[in-house]
């Protein structure tokens, strides 16, 4: 079955710095990448998503690129705030309405 | 409009007990996932109902089950409760693409 990595587990940058965050995916039928914020005690939030027929998406400061030959998807921030801080995960389905695979995340940490 | 709601919002159960966790999706989508999110863990996929019918399920026992409803509403059960099914449990709704995700449930089993 699919299996989704992602990396770093934690990330810790100066507050107006760039972070990046990568995934990869197992299961090459793998064609809707979302993103999600989830900030402690919180319900997951889509920040942005692509899709396998697009390999970059931006929005503001976020941004994610899809590299299908390699199976590799990044999400990146720049100009970081505080209010970025939070945990970030990575998820890859076979379909936007199906199930979402995850990655184990990563507690981005925004440092003043 | 509202979006996921869920019920309860936190749960304690004895082990071996059985609990129900309900959700109404947001307005006007037809398709409900449930999600399991232990502590410190991204979420695992449960299952998915979509017109009454569980359309896809994850790599669970049977002692999770669910429902849903014809107001697609929908309840996710789980039997036999062990120490290990302690976490937060996270009710998805969508329609044809992307999820809104409700506030979850957390559930302690003791």
């Known amino acids: 079955g699919e299996n989704v990595e992602q990396h770093p587990s934690t990330l810790s940058v100066q507050e107006g710095d760039s972070a990046v965050i990568k995934c990869t995916y197992s299961?090459?039928?793998?064609?809707?990448f979302p993103w999600y914020k989830q900030e402690l005690g919180k319900r997951p939030q889509l920040i942005i998503d692509?899709?396998?027929n697009v390999g970059e998406k931006k929005d503001q400061r976020i941004a994610v690129t899809l590299n299908k030959t390699a199976k590799h998807f990044s999400l990146h921030i720049t100009e970081t705030q505080p209010e970025d801080s939070a945990v970030y995960f990575c998820?890859?389905?076979?379909?936007?309405?199906?199930?979402?695979?995850w990655g184990a995340g990563t507690k981005l940490i925004i440092k003043p | 409009d509202a979006g996921v709601t869920q019920s309860p919002t936190h749960l304690i159960k004895t082990r071996g007990q059985q609990v129900t966790l309900r959700c109404s999706p947001k307005?006007?989508?037809?398709?409900v996932s449930w999600y399991q999110q232990a502590l410190g863990q991204g979420p695992q996929f449960i299952f998915q109902?979509?017109?009454?019918?569980?359309?896809q399920r994850g790599n669970f026992p049977d002692r999770f089950s669910g429902h849903q409803f014809p107001n697609y509403s929908s309840e996710l059960n789980v039997n036999a409760l062990l120490l290990g099914d302690s976490a937060l449990y996270l009710c998805?709704?969508?329609?044809?693409?992307?999820?809104?995700f409700g506030s979850g449930t957390r559930l302690t089993v003791v």
């Open positions: 998805a709704s969508s329609l044809a693409s992307g999820y809104t």
């Open positions: 307005s006007g989508h037809d398709t």
């Open positions: 109902y979509y017109e009454e019918e569980e359309r």
């Open positions: 299961d090459s039928a793998s064609n809707y």
């Open positions: 692509i899709r396998s």
């Open positions: 998820a890859a389905s076979i379909g936007s309405n199906y199930q979402l695979i």
